[in-house]
């Protein structure tokens, strides 16, 4: 720039204006260019330090920004939320196997009202398995007139056979895989047994249905206790809507028969 054209800005006012403009943008230009990730040092850009609509929209992308280089730690509190993310901005291809644990997860964080119908897909939960417990201690006689222990085994005093039940709750949906049935059966009798039924009975009618069976009959006689089981299920799958389930055991003879506790295994989805 000449001197003699400053001098003509001195006197013009609107061209004094034009001229130092024109030559800030000279000077400032190659100095924000020269600017990158790789010249700034950690920390030598601050938040309060950047002005609203300095970084628009589209100019930072996660194609822009190397795994790793932002970490939890540099992320002040409160300046992530729902409303600074774009709609799609997160979803389950950009988050990492693994990488969100329970702990992470503020209480009531995540609920159905913010679960869109279909997020949640049937192959994307895992599958667990439960056990329920059932103790001698909570079956109850059917048939009046026997004379029964019951603490933490089951046996009969005098009279029988005899069954006791009790009614047994199993999440909805859940598929039962095994019964089992912890029992002592010494009697040399071969047709007088033990065994732990599962049941269910219709909320239409009054006939009881047995889905699972675990019998000491036809088993040598012991005077040990031993678990017997039954993985092969009829209609598995647990339908408190229509029926109500039980569990069952028989005792065929007062002498040398014990029962103790009960085991239902199952899966379910969560």
């Given at each position: 720039?000449k001197?003699?054209?400053?001098?003509?800005?001195?006197?013009?006012?609107?061209?004094?204006?034009?001229?130092?403009?024109?030559?800030l943008?000279?000077?400032?230009?190659p100095?924000?260019?020269?600017v990158?990730?790789?010249s700034?040092?950690t920390?030598?850009?601050?938040?309060?330090?950047?002005?609203?609509?300095?970084?628009?929209?589209?100019?930072?992308?996660?194609?822009?920004?190397?795994?790793y280089?932002?970490?939890?730690e540099?992320?002040?509190?409160?300046?992530?939320?729902?409303?600074?993310l774009?709609?799609g901005?997160?979803?389950?291809?950009?988050?990492?196997?693994?990488?969100i644990?329970?702990?992470?997860?503020?209480?009531g964080?995540?609920?159905?009202?913010k679960?869109?119908?279909g997020?949640v897909?049937?192959?994307?939960?895992?599958?667990?398995t439960g056990?329920l417990?059932?103790?001698p201690?909570a079956?109850?006689?059917?048939i009046?007139?026997i004379?029964?222990?019951?603490?933490?085994?089951?046996r009969?005093?005098?009279?029988g056979?005899?069954?006791?039940?009790?009614?047994?709750?199993?999440p909805?949906?859940?598929?039962v895989?095994k019964?089992?049935?912890?029992?002592k059966?010494?009697?040399t009798n071969?047709?007088k047994?033990t065994?732990?039924h599962?049941?269910?009975?219709?909320?239409?009618?009054?006939t009881?249905?047995?889905?699972?069976?675990?019998?000491?009959?036809?088993?040598?006689?012991?005077?040990?206790?031993?678990?017997?089981?039954?993985?092969?299920?009829?209609?598995?799958?647990?339908?408190?809507?229509?029926y109500?389930?039980y569990?069952s055991?028989?005792?065929?003879?007062?002498?040398?028969?014990?029962?103790?506790?009960?085991?239902?295994?199952?899966?379910?989805?969560?």
């Open positions: 720039m001197r003699k054209s400053v001098g003509k800005v001195l006197v013009n006012g609107t061209a004094y204006l034009f001229s130092v403009v024109l030559l943008s000279m000077v400032a230009a100095v924000i260019a020269s990158s990730a790789n700034v040092g920390y030598h850009i601050k938040d309060n330090s950047i002005l609203n609509k300095d970084i628009r929209p589209n100019k930072i992308s996660s194609s822009r920004i190397k795994n280089t932002i970490r939890k540099d992320i002040h509190s409160g300046s992530i939320n729902k409303y600074k774009m709609t901005a997160v979803n389950s291809v950009k988050i990492l196997d693994g990488s644990f329970n702990r992470d997860i503020a209480n964080a995540i609920n159905s009202t679960i869109e119908n997020a897909k049937d192959e994307d939960l895992s599958t667990k056990y417990s059932i103790p201690a079956l109850n006689t059917i009046d007139g004379d029964y222990a019951r603490n933490y085994e089951l009969i005093i005098s009279g056979p005899a069954t006791f039940q009790a009614p047994v709750q199993l909805d949906g859940a598929i895989t019964l089992r049935y912890r029992a059966d010494n009697n071969g047709s047994y065994s732990a599962l049941r269910r009975l219709p909320h239409s009618n009054q009881l249905e047995d889905m699972a069976v675990a019998s000491t009959q036809g088993l040598v006689i012991s005077t040990s206790w031993r678990t017997v089981s039954d993985s092969i299920i009829s209609n598995p799958i647990i339908d408190n809507n229509t109500a389930y569990v055991v028989y005792l065929a003879d007062p002498a040398n028969l014990w029962g103790g506790n009960i085991v239902i295994e199952y899966t379910y989805k969560r």
